[in-house]
């Protein structure tokens, strides 16, 4: 029975952090409470501090997840393409979709979560998690443009993702606007072009 017991709480640590990256990408560290959380979990908020000590714990291990859930994906459209060229193509089209822009508790968790830890004070343990979630990003990157050839590839990825991720920060405050669609096609077409990703 303890053995059931100690399953069963994995699985509901598991719901927590994965509906928690869910929402906060969604809503924001401060746009929704451990009340919310835990209701859209189907647990009970007393629930919360058998799994987390804080808020601000969760906020950090929501953060990985998010960061890790958002690498498989694009471990996942990489693999599909034998020529890194090709991998890096399907990148920056499914990082610049309009559908990326509308769906962001399911998105990169570097656009979504950018403001909230900027304003989270400097000694708060989402900050490390955040950055080395921006670093795997840039890593993924350097090695697709490494095996595609190209000179300076760790700058080439590094200006590539402040493009992918400025260019969609800026699409989800101006959604509703025409402007919105107009930054994304015109960031991919400066990355496609930049890179020599459409010959």
Not at 82 to 111: E, F, I, M, Q
Not at 162 to 188: E, K
Request: hydrophobic share 40%.
């Amino acid at each position: 029975m303890p053995r059931v017991s100690r399953e069963q709480t994995q699985k509901n640590r598991a719901v927590i952090e994965n509906v928690s990256a869910r929402l906060f990408r969604e809503q924001g560290f401060n746009g929704v409470s451990v009340a919310d959380l835990m209701a859209a979990a189907g647990l009970t908020h007393g629930g919360f501090y058998g799994h987390f000590s804080s808020k601000d714990e969760l906020t950090d291990v929501a953060c990985a997840a998010a960061f890790k859930q958002s690498s498989q994906r694009r471990n996942e459209r990489s693999n599909k393409h034998a020529d890194p060229r090709h991998a890096l193509h399907a990148h920056v089209d499914h990082y610049l979709s309009t559908w990326h822009r509308d769906h962001t508790g399911n998105g990169c968790p570097a656009v979504a979560l950018a403001g909230d830890v900027a304003r989270e004070p400097a000694d708060k343990p989402v900050h490390r998690t955040y950055a080395a979630g921006v670093e795997s990003m840039a890593d993924s990157l350097t090695t697709l443009f490494e095996a595609s050839g190209a000179p300076q590839p760790r700058s080439q990825a590094l200006a590539t993702l402040a493009t992918l991720v400025g260019a969609q920060v800026l699409a989800r405050a101006t959604r509703g606007s025409p402007l919105s669609d107009d930054i994304l096609a015109a960031a991919r077409e400066f990355l496609l072009d930049v890179n020599m990703l459409n010959n």
